[in-house]
């Protein structure tokens, strides 16, 4: 199996703080600038996390530009004129606030509490003189700027996968870090999608009309006696397609779909693999989206036109990932509902896939993967609501 890079590079990042530690041996001035460059990193992402956290709220961002309306009053203009420019300046502001009065606070506790315990520890460690004691205190002194290190460039990372102009094929190496995901599922996931780093990705429109139309057919007497009748159903069509016809698979598409999954063990593997396929080689189609905007609904669409053209919106998607996992023999439902596009709620369309050999499902949505991770995601139901089966096979 392939080597991930980025698995190698975020090891690497984490030994080696350690790794030094180690040959350095316990030094209490040593650790006591080590420590505090710790504790700078630890104020930074204290900082970066509580300006989105606070920052994300509208409210409170309604509240500051009102604040500085009344001081400067061309400020409405400008917000008006350029409102996500204006947000990332007043969160850079505010995180640079922040960040120094925290750096401040651990001064202050370093130079009453930190040091001179540090201090009693080397005066404690010289009289033992034990070379493999100091060098094990210095590695352990090493862990926390190790973890703070790791988790840091993950943020990175994180941030990366948001930004347009980096290539597929790196973020989909971040996308199947075991590491990253590990720390994005713990960690990341609590402040990555409020509202003003939400505003970094915008690959979804209002790209599903779903219509209910009633259809008659005549039903035929099966003797002379009894009459012909009319008989009256609702017909439900997805973007100008019935459910039936948008999960209809063909050949390529199983064999295809079959040989995505050789070598997985589990359906959680099985299940993963065709989300990544559909995410990495499906592109969104923003003329298509137009199209169903404005009831045009000549376009083709569901699973056969979407693996032959490797292009689609949600429902295409949706119906792409259907017809694969039946392939596969996992069970899979097609959902409706509304997905929020760091703007607006808009509706969306994604799956929900059934582990048997864990016996759950989880939510998948293939149309969101250059946004994030939204393979059985804790952060999913931060940006999906209102869901409803349309169909489960």
């Known amino acids: 199996m392939k080597n991930n890079l980025v698995d190698l590079g975020l090891v690497i990042i984490f030994i080696f703080p350690i790794l030094m530690g180690i040959i350095r041996k ?6 006591s600038y080590e420590l505090y460059d710790i504790e700078k990193s630890i104020c930074l992402l204290v900082a970066l996390i509580f300006s989105v956290e606070l920052l994300g709220d509208k409210s409170v961002l309604e509240n500051i530009f009102n604040v500085i309306d009344k001081i400067i009053s061309s400020f409405s203009d400008i917000v008006n004129e350029f409102p996500q420019a204006t947000n990332v300046i007043t969160f850079l502001i505010f995180l640079i606030i922040i960040y120094n009065i925290l750096k401040l606070i651990v001064i202050i506790i370093n130079k009453i509490v930190l040091e001179p315990l540090l201090m009693g520890l080397e005066n404690s460690l010289n009289r033992q003189r034990s070379s493999f004691l100091s060098r094990l205190v210095g590695g352990v002194f090493s862990f926390p700027k190790a973890i703070v290190y790791l988790i840091l460039v993950c943020v990175f990372l994180n941030i990366a996968l948001k930004i347009a102009g980096v290539k597929e094929e790196y973020k989909n190496d971040i996308k199947n870090s075991k590491i990253y995901t590990l720390v994005d599922s713990k960690v990341l996931y609590k402040f990555a999608d409020k509202q003003i780093v939400s505003d970094l990705p915008k690959i979804l429109n209002n790209s599903l009309k779903i219509v209910r139309q009633e259809e008659k ?3 035929q007497g099966t003797t002379p006696k009894k009459k012909d009748k009319t008989v009256t159903r609702e017909v439900i069509y997805y973007n100008g397609v019935t459910l039936d016809e948008g999960i209809k698979s063909n050949k390529a598409i199983d064999d295809y779909a079959k040989s995505l999954t050789r070598g997985n063990g589990s359906d959680r593997e099985k299940a993963r693999s065709i989300y990544s396929f559909i995410g990495t080689n499906i592109n969104y189609d923003d003329n298509k989206a137009t199209d169903v905007l404005n009831n045009n609904f000549k376009v083709e669409s569901g699973a056969v036109p979407t693996f032959r053209t490797r292009t689609g919106i949600c429902f295409d998607y949706s119906c792409l990932y259907v017809a ?4 596969n023999n996992l069970k899979v439902r097609l959902v409706t509902g509304e997905g929020f596009n760091g703007k607006s709620w808009v509706g969306h369309a994604w799956n929900e896939v059934y582990l048997a050999d864990e016996g759950v ?3 998948v949505d293939t149309t ?3 946004a994030g991770n939204y393979f059985d995601s804790k952060r999913f139901n931060k940006d999906h ?4 089966v349309a169909g489960e096979w």
């Open 217 to 219: 057919s005549i039903q």
């Open 368 to 370: 969101f993967y250059k």
């Open 385 to 388: 609501r209102g869901a409803s």
């Open 26 to 31: 316990y030094d209490s001035k040593s650790v």
């Open 324 to 327: 694969m996992a039946r392939a």
């Open 361 to 363: 499902w989880i939510n």
